[in-house]
């Protein structure tokens, strides 16, 4: 029954979304799309409207080098729920000067501190590259946060027994972000229309998820994850499916009949939007992944904004390539 869903999902999904979204300016483009926005939020991820309690935002610096500070910093959400993650400021900010901001996200059973390891014999550095330091020592402000997918079965149960309720482990996610957002464009040294999303794995899965539903991100880098998510999910045909996994968690509500990457990128659109694809990472096939993105930049040049989306293909396996 999947399978054959499977074969029919994509046109459905043509019918009801690209059929129904002009590409002759990008003004009418963003108002059709705000619906599918709404939709995407409330019905596939779930939105948490329970009214957030006072920021009480605190820092504390747990490292700095010649060319940056680390904090690690706490944002409170709801009652027991907060965001957290390390902040990387360049020492030659100015006064009064606001630098663009990078967050930098890591994958499944990450933390925050993994994605600015510069060690290179380090197991972090092999998939991350060190990408936050690499990024703040180029002299912008780095916010690296932790998404609470770690714990093995213990967060996949968070994620089972928020489905009933029609919410996911995305909608706490968001929530914390838009948190993030907030807290970060306040401070002195950050310019808050120049605040960017780049996510490797599971940090791309939210680079797809995050900057869709929230316009505080200025542009969004997947890197290690954009596919024909659909197929990733459910094909028996593809040895690394989720069918064969132990990501048992990986369904959301619906998608196959609304938003495949292409739609959510779609969502994010006319922002920026950049694909990291390395040859060797057996996330997925070059041509699974090709497939889905000529929709994005097929859209991208209709928009008349060719030069907002890109793919970089690599040679290398499951990683940060920068």
């Not at 600015?116 to 197991?123: G, I, R, T, V």
């Not at 990291?276 to 000529?294: Q, V």
Request: aromatic share 14%.
């Amino acid at each position: 029954h999947a399978q054959s869903l499977l074969q029919a999902c994509e046109a459905e999904r043509n019918e009801r979304f690209w059929k129904k979204v002009p590409t002759d300016s990008v003004e009418k483009f963003t108002a059709a799309t705000q619906g599918f926005r709404e939709e995407f939020v409330n019905e596939a991820m779930g939105r948490f409207s329970e009214p957030f309690v006072t920021l009480n935002a605190r820092s504390c610096l747990l490292a700095e080098n010649e060319a940056f500070s680390v904090y690690d910093v706490t944002l409170d959400l709801w009652p027991d729920v907060f965001a957290w993650g390390c902040l990387l400021v360049p020492k030659n900010i100015k006064a009064g000067e606001r630098r663009p901001v990078v967050v930098c996200q890591h994958g499944l059973e990450g933390l925050p501190e993994e994605c600015l390891n510069e060690n290179e014999k380090s197991a972090a550095y092999k998939y991350y590259k060190g990408f936050a330091a690499t990024l703040a020592r180029q002299g912008f402000v780095t916010f690296s946060p932790h998404n609470p997918y770690r714990g093995s079965d213990r967060f996949r149960v968070l994620q089972r027994k928020a489905n009933p309720l029609g919410k996911t482990l995305f909608s706490v996610i968001l929530a914390q972000h838009q948190r993030i957002l907030e807290w970060l464009g306040s401070q002195p040294f950050a310019d808050q229309s120049r605040i960017a999303f780049y996510g490797l794995s599971y940090g791309g899965k939210s680079a797809m998820r995050i900057p869709a539903a929230l316009d505080g991100y200025c542009l969004s880098m997947c890197s290690g994850d954009f596919n024909d998510w659909i197929r990733k999910v459910v094909s028996v045909d593809f040895p690394a499916s989720y069918m064969f996994t132990g990501e048992w968690e990986i369904d959301e509500w619906n998608l196959g009949r609304t938003f495949n990457y292409a739609e959510m990128a779609a969502l994010i659109a006319p922002r920026p939007f950049m694909v990291e694809r390395g040859h060797d990472d057996g996330c997925g096939t070059d041509e699974w992944i090709a497939w889905e993105y000529a929709k994005v930049q097929r859209l991208y040049d209709r928009l008349g904004l060719s030069g907002r989306a890109s793919i970089e293909y690599f040679n290398g396996p499951h990683t940060i390539n920068g």
